[in-house]
């Protein structure tokens, strides 16, 4: 007989598809997104959300692979934890049992997205945020865990609509391995692909007027050919693509300093993301850049 618990799968999630919102909301927005220039009313909002799971259950004390399910309407898109020069970066609010912890977003690799003289990176077509969730030990096999989350983004063509929806996923909890879900599979695979590697590169960035030069060196540098480069925290670089070149054993590369440029008395490090296509898809890394200029007087907005 087969085990009840093993073969069980989760309860139907909840797909989303917003409705248009009131225009006092969409004020709001206007204000926190310059790239907001249209009406919502009576519009659709191009994208469709599920919340899934990398498997069919729950086992305690692992961590399993929650993700964010975004299918964006063909020329529209969402936004990376630095969105770039406007917009705003998908959120998640989680409601979730006790002893649960869902970790921040893994983001994978952004694009880069130019809209009227903008720079924006994010994502489009279809792409998964993967979330992991922490699962407690002392939770009972045999139950049901409800997880629920609050999911709220901006999506944009030349004009951008906010929206937000609520969607829950029942997974039960078993002690045998959890069986992955093959309807989400192909997803959760090219989302793993997508996430930034570990280097081990090191890099200084100097302020240099009106740019910022970093330089990289360590094993397996890639060539500065179709190279792009993105930093997570947002006023520091201008958002235009920086000018990459290798320099002897050195990866140089020359971003233009934000005219808000501001940086906190706490914050040294630059988090670097540097990507490439390739034959199957994007490759990219991931390092911590040091800040070894003095810190000057932040420029206002």
């Given at each position: 007989m087969?085990?009840?618990?093993?073969?069980?799968?989760?309860t139907?999630?909840?797909?989303?598809r917003?409705?248009?919102l009131?225009?006092?909301?969409?004020?709001?927005?206007?204000?926190?997104?310059?790239?907001v220039?249209?009406?919502?009313?009576?519009?659709?909002?191009?994208?469709q959300?599920e919340?899934?799971?990398?498997?069919?259950?729950?086992v305690?004390?692992q961590?399993a692979?929650?993700?964010?399910?975004?299918?964006h309407?063909?020329?529209?898109?969402?936004?990376w934890?630095n969105?770039?020069?406007s917009?705003?970066?998908?959120?998640?609010?989680?409601?979730?049992?006790p002893?649960?912890?869902?970790q921040?977003?893994a983001?994978?690799l952004?694009?880069?997205?130019?809209v009227?003289?903008l720079?924006?990176f994010?994502?489009?077509g279809?792409?998964?945020?993967?979330?992991p969730?922490?699962?407690?030990?002392?939770?009972?096999?045999?139950?049901?865990?409800?997880?629920?989350?609050?999911?709220?983004?901006?999506?944009?063509r030349e004009?951008c609509?906010?929206?937000?929806?609520?969607?829950?996923?029942?997974l039960?909890?078993t002690?045998?391995?959890?069986?992955p879900?093959?309807?989400?599979?192909?997803?959760?695979t090219?989302?793993?692909?997508?996430?930034?590697?570990?280097?081990?590169?090191?890099?200084?960035a100097?302020?240099?007027?009106?740019r910022?030069?970093i330089?990289l060196?360590?094993?397996?540098?890639?060539?500065?050919?179709?190279?792009?480069?993105?930093?997570?925290?947002?006023?520091l670089f201008d958002?235009k693509?920086?000018?990459?070149?290798?320099d002897?054993?050195?990866l140089?590369?020359d971003?233009?300093?934000?005219?808000?440029?501001?940086?906190?008395?706490?914050?040294?490090?630059?988090?670097?993301?540097?990507?490439?296509?390739?034959?199957?898809?994007?490759?990219?890394?991931?390092?911590?850049?040091?800040?070894?200029?003095?810190?000057?007087t932040?420029a206002?907005?």
């Open positions: 087969n085990d009840p618990i093993a073969t069980a799968r989760p139907a999630h909840r797909q989303v917003a409705g248009p009131r225009h006092l909301l969409f004020a709001v927005f206007v204000a926190l997104a310059p790239c220039n249209a009406a919502v009313s009576g519009a659709d909002n191009h994208l959300v919340l899934v799971s990398a498997r069919l259950a729950l305690p004390g961590t692979q929650l993700g964010l399910r975004l299918r309407d063909a020329h529209w898109h969402t936004y934890i969105p770039g020069d917009g705003l970066p998908t959120t998640l609010a989680w409601t979730l049992p002893g649960f912890h869902a921040d977003i983001w994978p952004p694009q880069r997205f130019t009227g003289g720079y924006n994010g994502y489009d279809e792409v998964v945020l993967p979330v969730l922490d699962v407690p030990a002392d939770v009972q096999p045999g139950t049901t865990a409800h997880l629920a989350v609050l999911a709220k983004w901006l999506v944009c004009e609509i906010p929206g937000k929806a609520e969607l829950t996923l029942d039960p909890i002690t045998a391995p959890a069986q879900d093959p309807r989400w599979t192909h997803q959760f090219d989302a793993e692909r997508a996430q930034p590697q570990a280097s081990a590169w090191t890099g200084t100097r302020l240099a007027g009106e910022i030069e330089a060196r360590g094993p397996g540098l890639p060539e500065a050919d179709r190279l792009d480069a993105f930093v997570a925290q947002r006023k958002n693509p920086p000018a990459i070149r290798r002897g054993d050195a140089l590369i971003a233009g300093r934000s005219e808000y440029f501001s940086i906190a008395p706490a914050l040294r490090d630059l988090d670097l993301v540097l990507t490439a296509p390739t034959a199957t898809g994007m490759r990219g890394w991931r390092v911590r850049v040091r800040l070894v200029t003095p810190i000057a932040p206002q907005p």
